[in-house]
C-alpha cells in the first residue's frame, strides 16, 4: 500500500521533470508536480485514498526535512558576520513589510466579501 | 582539532544527529510550548555547534543525509493534498488570495532592494537578496539570471524561511491579521516551504494557503525579479 502511495508520487515527480524539460517554465520541477498532483487530484484521475496514507506520512515530518539546509547557512558564516547591518536591515524591513502586505491585503478583501454576503459588517 | 575523532567516520552519524537534534528540539517545544522554540531552529543550530565544535564537514554531514535530502523536493509536491482538501476555501477567496499572494510579493522584493539601497548595501548582495522569499530552487536559479550570487542568496532564503517561520505568527499576531487564509498566504508568499511547514503546525487549512502561496509567489518572483533589477 505504501510503496504502491510512494510509487504514484513519484510518477507523478517524474512526470513534471519530463513536462518541465519540454515546455520552458519559470519554476522547478517539483513546483510543477505540485500543480500536477492538485490538478490529477481535482480532475480524479488521482483519488485521495491513493496517496494520502504517504503524502500525510511526509507533511507531519515535513519541518525535519529543512534542518540539513538550514546548518548549510554554516558555509556562510564570514559573509554574514562581514555585512551584518547591510544584509540583515533591508532583510527584516522586508520581510515585515511583506507579511503585512500579504496578511492585510488578504483578510481586508476576505472580511468584505463575508460583509456583502451578509449584509452587514463582521 | 584535526586530531580529535571524526565523528562522521559512521556513515549514519550525520542522519543520527538531524533526528536526534529534532528530537530534542521537540521535546524543547513541547516542553515549554514556547513559539519561537521551533524544533526546527532549536536543531539547526544544535547541527551548526556540533559541526563547528568538533569542526566536522558540512559536505559529509549533508551527503549522510541523503535519505532526508531525497525526500525534500518531494515535501512541494505532497503539498498539493492539503490545497485538495481545502479546494472550496480556493474557489470561494480565490481574489482575495491571488491578490494577497501579489501585493505581498512585489511589497517584499520592492522593500528589500529600496533598503538596501537606502543603507548602502554591496549591489551584488542586494541582487542575491531580491529573490528570497522564492522557494530555494527557484531563488537560485533567478539570482543566476539576474546576475546575484546564487549559493548566498540560497543562504538568504534559508534565513527568511527561518526567521518568518518562527517569527511570523507573532508578528501578525501584532498587526491583527487574524484570519487563518490570510495567515497562511503570509506565511508562504514570504518565508516559502520554512514558513508552510510551520504553517501546517497551526492548522491544515493555513499549511494548505502557505503551499499555494509558496507556488505562485515563487513563480511571481521568477518573472518579476529581473522587472526590478531593470529599475535599479
Redesign the interface.
Do not use: W
Given at each position: 500500500m505504501a510503496v504502491k502511495q510512494f510509487s504514484i508520487?513519484l510518477a507523478?515527480?517524474f512526470v513534471?521533470w519530463a513536462v518541465s524539460e519540454i515546455v520552458p517554465l519559470?519554476?522547478?520541477y517539483?513546483?510543477v508536480?505540485?500543480?500536477?498532483?492538485?490538478f490529477a487530484?481535482?480532475s480524479g484521475i488521482i483519488k485521495?485514498q491513493q496517496?494520502?496514507k504517504?503524502?500525510?506520512f511526509?507533511?507531519r515530518y515535513?519541518?525535519?526535512?529543512?534542518?540539513?539546509?538550514?546548518?548549510?547557512?554554516?558555509?556562510?558564516g564570514d559573509?554574514?558576520k562581514d555585512?551584518f547591518?547591510?544584509?540583515f536591515?533591508?532583510?527584516?524591513?522586508?520581510?515585515?513589510?511583506?507579511?503585512?502586505?500579504?496578511?492585510?491585503?488578504?483578510?481586508?478583501?476576505?472580511?468584505r466579501?463575508n460583509r456583502k454576503e451578509t449584509g452587514h459588517g463582521i | 582539532m584535526t586530531s580529535s575523532v571524526d565523528l562522521l567516520a559512521n556513515p549514519y552519524a550525520g542522519l543520527l544527529l538531524?533526528?536526534g537534534?529534532?528530537a530534542v528540539g521537540q521535546v524543547l517545544y513541547d516542553k515549554t510550548r514556547w513559539a519561537f522554540l521551533?524544533?526546527?531552529?532549536t536543531?539547526?543550530v544544535i547541527?551548526?555547534v556540533i559541526?563547528?565544535v568538533f569542526d566536522l564537514s558540512?559536505r559529509k554531514?549533508?551527503d549522510q543525509?541523503a535519505v532526508?535530502?531525497y525526500?525534500?523536493?518531494?515535501?512541494?509536491?505532497?503539498?498539493?493534498?492539503?490545497?485538495?482538501?481545502n479546494?472550496s476555501i480556493l474557489k470561494k477567496?480565490g481574489?482575495?488570495?491571488f491578490?494577497?499572494?501579489i501585493?505581498?510579493?512585489?511589497?517584499?522584493?520592492g522593500?528589500?532592494?529600496a533598503?538596501?539601497i537606502f543603507?548602502?548595501?554591496?549591489f551584488h548582495?542586494?541582487i542575491s537578496?531580491i529573490p528570497?522569499?522564492a522557494?530555494?530552487?527557484?531563488a537560485f536559479?533567478v539570482s543566476r539570471i539576474i546576475g546575484g550570487i546564487p549559493?548566498?542568496t540560497?543562504?538568504?532564503v534559508?534565513?527568511?524561511?527561518?526567521?518568518?517561520g518562527v517569527a511570523?505568527p507573532e508578528?501578525?499576531k501584532l498587526?491583527g491579521?487574524?484570519?487563518e487564509?490570510?495567515?497562511g498566504?503570509?506565511m508562504g508568499?514570504?518565508?516559502h516551504?520554512?514558513g508552510?511547514?510551520?504553517s501546517?503546525?497551526e492548522s491544515e487549512l493555513q499549511?494548505s494557503m502557505s503551499?499555494l502561496?509558496m507556488?505562485l509567489a515563487?513563480?511571481l518572483t521568477?518573472?518579476l525579479a529581473p522587472l526590478i533589477v531593470m529599475l535599479l
Open positions: 508520487i507523478v515527480t513534471s519559470p519554476v522547478p517539483n513546483v508536480g505540485f500543480m500536477l498532483l492538485f487530484l481535482l485521495e496517496v494520502d504517504v503524502c500525510d511526509i507533511l515535513m519541518a525535519l526535512f529543512f534542518v540539513v539546509p538550514i546548518a548549510g547557512v554554516i558555509e556562510y559573509l554574514l555585512q547591518t547591510e544584509i536591515v533591508p532583510l527584516g524591513v522586508s520581510i515585515l513589510l511583506g507579511f503585512f502586505a500579504a496578511g492585510k491585503v488578504t483578510q481586508f478583501i476576505i472580511h466579501g | 538531524t533526528i537534534a529534532y521551533q524544533p526546527v531552529l536543531a539547526s547541527v551548526i559541526l563547528s558540512y554531514y549533508y543525509n532526508l535530502n525526500i525534500l523536493p518531494l515535501t512541494a509536491v505532497v503539498l498539493a493534498l492539503p490545497l485538495y482538501r479546494r477567496h481574489a482575495a488570495i491578490a494577497g499572494i501585493a505581498g510579493t512585489v511589497t517584499t522584493m522593500t528589500v532592494a533598503a538596501g543603507i548602502g548595501t554591496d548582495t542586494i537578496l528570497k522569499s522557494t530555494n530552487p527557484i536559479e549559493p548566498v540560497v543562504a538568504l534559508v534565513i527568511t524561511g527561518v526567521i518568518g511570523g508578528m501578525m498587526m491579521i487574524r484570519n487564509i490570510a495567515r498566504i503570509a508568499s514570504i518565508s516551504a520554512v508552510t511547514a510551520r501546517l503546525q499549511g503551499s502561496a507556488a515563487g513563480m521568477a518573472i
